[in-house]
């Protein structure tokens, strides 16, 4: 078993550049088999979700090969339609691969997925669009299995602009018959980016970024060779650790206005932040003060940010309230963060946090990626030595993240026991 071991205290200062966005690399990866051309994905992270995907990738025929930092997937001699069981458990995001692979073979056969136990997340909404487009879909207790003769476009609804929903409609209508619609979808960043994607791999999308998207379908897509957006969640995370310790970094390669509502937050909160193309600068300021916001799909506060700002509010004069609009079950931090000395009640989608003026170091268990990473960021504040498990879950969307912080002058360990 690993474990982070930090020591506290230390004042971030420095410069660093994000990776490429986990949640634009996972999608473009099962549309990468949508062609039997060569597909590179430029400046790949080599993080946990992304290998598991390239061994989903492998067990279905699909060679793979890191290339320095830029990752080709050749999907010319796929040769299945069934993603494993236990990969399939292991990552949320390979139900991406259900559009995918019917988009190519016009049948899949996937498990529920897996992932973050942070709330039920049902697929409800990708199978009603599937269904739509001529899918035929049986589910029982242990798996889901989809075919269909053609993929026809029509127009679907979706009840809930959900991101995972979208972008498998997205995989699989690009090869459909005919013309799609879809409206209520999600607007995230990095929808759009999938979109940019598939296009310059000879797809025909518009409106990603609206709550409209159109899909022309084309008979065939070609080689792309693609450089997909910053990581925003990353570089919010890093901007969060330079506040809570009363540190000042230049992080790089990111669009401020992909975190505006974390910049806000920031600026009225005693930060002072400068943005020149894609550099951002933050210095903390005086004694942080308590803020409230509430999670919403994007352009609203994210909800991937909601545990590593909640860290910020434990140390605010005063008392924050935050709500979580997104996943029923995203406050399993909070009993971690209180071992700390944190002083937080969560009633419902409500938590209540009364700042206090520093944490203390603390044993404490990692149960997800985004709440791992609050941890690490409160153990940066903290004082003494703290101690995080559940490491595994950490290294699923942070590449190298000690190493990085070790950079900026904190003084952070992975060990194992």
Same mark, same amino acid.
């Given at each position: 078993m ?15 550049r994000v990776?490429?966005a986990k949640?634009?690399?996972l999608p473009?990866l099962a ?7 060569k ?5 790949c992270p080599k ?6 995907m390239?061994?989903?990738l492998?067990?279905? /025929? @699909?060679?793979?090969q890191?290339?320095? +930092?830029?990752l080709m997937?050749d =999907? $010319?001699?796929?040769?299945g339609?069934? %993603?494993p ?9 390979s139900v991406f691969m259900m ?5 190519r073979?016009k ?5 529920y ?5 942070i709330?039920?997340r049902?697929i ?5 669009g599937?269904?739509?487009? /001529? @899918?035929?879909?049986?589910e029982?207790? +242990?798996y889901i299995?989809c075919? =269909? $003769?053609?993929l026809?476009?029509c127009k %679907?609804?979706?009840?809930y602009?959900?991101?995972?929903a ?6 699989s209508?690009?090869l459909a018959q005919?013309k799609?619609e ?10 759009v980016?999938?979109m940019?994607?598939l ?6 999308v518009y /409106?990603?970024?609206?709550s409209?998207i159109l899909i022309e ?6 080689a792309?060779?693609?450089k997909? %957006?910053?990581?925003r ?7 969060l650790?330079?506040?809570?310790t ?6 790089n390669?990111?669009?401020a206005k992909?975190i505006?509502?974390l910049i806000?937050?920031l ?6 932040i400068s943005?020149?193309?894609d550099?951002i ?5 005086r004694?942080?003060k308590?803020f409230?916001?509430s999670?919403?799909?994007?352009p609203?506060f994210?909800?991937?940010l909601q ?5 910020l ?6 008392v ?5 609009n997104v996943?029923?079950?995203r406050f ?8 700390m ?5 969560v009633?419902?989608?409500?938590a209540?946090?009364?700042?206090v ?6 044993k404490?268990?990692?149960n997800?990626?985004?709440g791992?990473s609050a941890?690490?960021l ?5 004082e ?6 559940g490491?595994n879950h950490?290294?699923?969307g942070?590449?190298?993240i ?12 992975l060990q194992?026991?």
């Amino acid at each position: 078993m690993e474990k982070f071991v930090i020591n506290g205290g230390a004042k971030l200062s420095g410069s660093l550049r994000v990776e490429s966005a986990k949640n634009a690399v996972l999608p473009m990866l099962a549309g990468a088999i949508l062609t039997d051309e060569k597909v590179i994905i430029k400046n790949c992270p080599k993080i946990e979700d992304v290998l598991t995907m390239i061994k989903i990738l492998a067990r279905l /025929g @699909v060679k793979t090969q890191f290339l320095g +930092e830029d990752l080709m997937v050749d =999907a $010319s001699n796929i040769n299945g339609y069934e %993603i494993p069981d236990e990969l399939g458990k292991e990552l949320r995001s390979s139900v991406f691969m259900m559009g995918a692979l019917i988009s190519r073979f016009k049948k899949a056969k996937v498990s529920y997925p897996g992932g973050c136990k942070i709330g039920a997340r049902p697929i409800n909404l990708h199978l009603d669009g599937l269904k739509q487009m /001529g @899918v035929n879909v049986i589910e029982n207790e +242990e798996y889901i299995e989809c075919f =269909a $003769s053609d993929l026809k476009g029509c127009k %679907i609804k979706l009840s809930y602009p959900s991101v995972g929903a979208t972008e498998n409609l997205m995989l699989s209508a690009v090869l459909a018959q005919g013309k799609t619609e879809l409206h209520g979808v999600a607007k995230e960043p990095e929808i759009v980016d999938l979109m940019q994607f598939l296009n310059k791999m000879g797809a025909k999308v518009y /409106g990603a970024g609206t709550s409209t998207i159109l899909i022309e379908g084309v008979k065939k897509l070609h080689a792309v060779e693609y450089k997909p %957006i910053a990581d925003r969640i990353e570089a919010g995370t890093y901007l969060l650790s330079a506040v809570i310790t009363g540190g000042e970094i230049e992080v790089n390669g990111c669009d401020a206005k992909n975190i505006y509502p974390l910049i806000h937050k920031l600026c009225d909160n005693t930060c002072k932040i400068s943005i020149k193309n894609d550099i951002i600068y933050v210095k903390s300021g005086r004694v942080p003060k308590s803020f409230d916001f509430s999670t919403g799909p994007y352009p609203f506060f994210p909800t991937d940010l909601q545990a590593q700002t909640m860290v910020l509010s434990t140390i605010s004069q005063g008392v924050s309230t935050i709500i979580e609009n997104v996943f029923e079950n995203r406050f399993c931090h909070v009993s971690e963060l209180k071992k700390m000395g944190a002083d937080i009640s969560v009633k419902g989608r409500r938590a209540t946090v009364n700042g206090v003026n520093r944490l203390h170091g603390a044993k404490v268990f990692a149960n997800d990626l985004r709440g791992g990473s609050a941890l690490v960021l409160a153990g940066l504040n903290a004082e003494g030595v703290s101690e995080i498990y559940g490491v595994n879950h950490i290294k699923r969307g942070y590449l190298n993240i000690d190493e990085k912080l070790r950079t900026l002058g904190a003084n952070v360990k992975l060990q194992k026991e």
